[in-house]
């Protein structure tokens, strides 16, 4: 299992990868993100969070998933939108968010033999996990998670929701810009 923890107002969230063999190399990254929100919203915090995997073999039952650590929210919620599944969970001080790609636009996204199945994303109060598809020998494949925080009340608490409705092609370049 491969993993990386950031810290958030709402404690430590943990970013892993369960089924790494040596037949499957694997890159987990993480970015500071400044996301294009509308006008008059702003989010305190906004991280980006890269899977990619590259196999030097088949390779079947990877899960990348997020999960946070306490639990110091009062309230939790599954929200969704077009092309985006994510869960917020707040307290009376902030708001935390993480969403990733629905099934949708990761199919559209990846090779015809590397689809994902239906309720491949699912999210719980615990946090959101990805089953990613079976994984051809060779293959190079990407997926990410997007987290992002406010403190509370803000005027515009839909910011995070925007926030984490971040695009995978400009997450990939964000990275890729960052370790230059």
Known sequence: MQNLIIDTPLGEVNFFVFGV???VSIHLDSVPLLPALPPGMSVQGC???LLRVH???TVEDLIFECRL???KYSDHSFESGEHLIAHS???EHSILMIG???EECLNARLPAQQQVYPDAVTSSVKGVSISLPELTKGSESSFHFITAWNNLPTPEEIA???AVDYKHAELVRQVQGASK
């Open 100 to 102: 990733t790609e629905d």
């Open 55 to 57: 196999c030097h073999e």
């Open 89 to 91: 969970w707040e307290n």
């Open 160 to 162: 995070c929701w925007f």
């Open 69 to 71: 650590q306490e639990r």
């Open 21 to 23: 063999t040596p037949a």
């Open 47 to 49: 991280l980006g969070i």
